[in-house]
């Protein structure tokens, strides 16, 4: 007989999952009290970072059944909830959502809905990255530098270039600057480079 497990998640310290336990009762859903896992975490925190959520996992088997109220307790997006479901699927994990209509998202039709959600994370993946690239060349038009900054100031990097020119050592150059072999060795490159 399969273990059914409630995943409930409020998102501030004033909120209760009371209703959330409640309305999986009124679905039908027997849950034992150490069977339902309460967490108060931001919903912007990925379920796999959540310490509830790990507990959860550890719990467990194949066979077993979770329910949850919304989509939105098993993650913080689409994609992040897309992930958490395969991930419990592969566990042999059946997951149930209320809200649509408790539909177990590992059956055929949750397949389906699992297919629309997949549509939905690649669409907000492909729109952060159109977002990115557009603030990024937004920045660069506006002459912004980008990129992590330089370790070196431009009269070090003079310094680093006549102490190369004399022959020192990169490792010796790297300590007296109080920075790294590999930026000594950027500067060499940059400099020196034909």
């Known amino acids: 007989m399969s273990r059914v497990f409630a ?10 999952t009371d209703n959330q336990l409640q309305e999986i009762a009124s679905h039908g859903f027997s849950v034992q009290p150490a ?5 108060t975490v931001s919903g912007s925190v990925p379920a796999s970072e959540r310490p509830g959520f790990g507990k959860l996992l550890d719990k467990l088997e194949s066979g077993d059944v979770l329910v949850v109220t919304k989509l ?3 993650g913080r997006n689409a994609m992040d909830v897309r992930a958490t479901v395969e991930a419990l699927t592969g566990l042999g994990v059946r997951v149930h959502c209320l809200a649509l209509g408790g539909v177990d998202l590992t059956s055929p039709a949750g397949k389906m809905t699992m297919g629309v959600i997949a549509a939905v994370a690649e669409f907000e993946r492909d729109l952060l990255v159109e977002r990115t690239q557009a603030g990024l ?8 530098a980008l990129g992590r900054p ?11 270039g006549e102490r190369l020119i004399k022959g020192e050592p990169i490792a010796s150059i790297a300590r ?5 072999r590999q930026t000594i060795m950027r500067v060499r ?3 020196f480079a034909s």
């Open 137 to 144: 060349a937004r920045a660069k038009a506006q002459g912004k």
């Open 150 to 160: 330089s370790a070196l100031s431009a009269s070090q990097v003079a310094e680093v």
């Open 176 to 180: 007296v600057m109080r920075t790294s």
């Open 72 to 74: 939105d307790r098993l």
């Open 7 to 16: 995943y409930c998640r409020v998102s501030t310290a004033e909120q209760t």
């Open 189 to 191: 490159d940059s400099t």
């Open 35 to 39: 069977r339902a896992i309460a967490e």
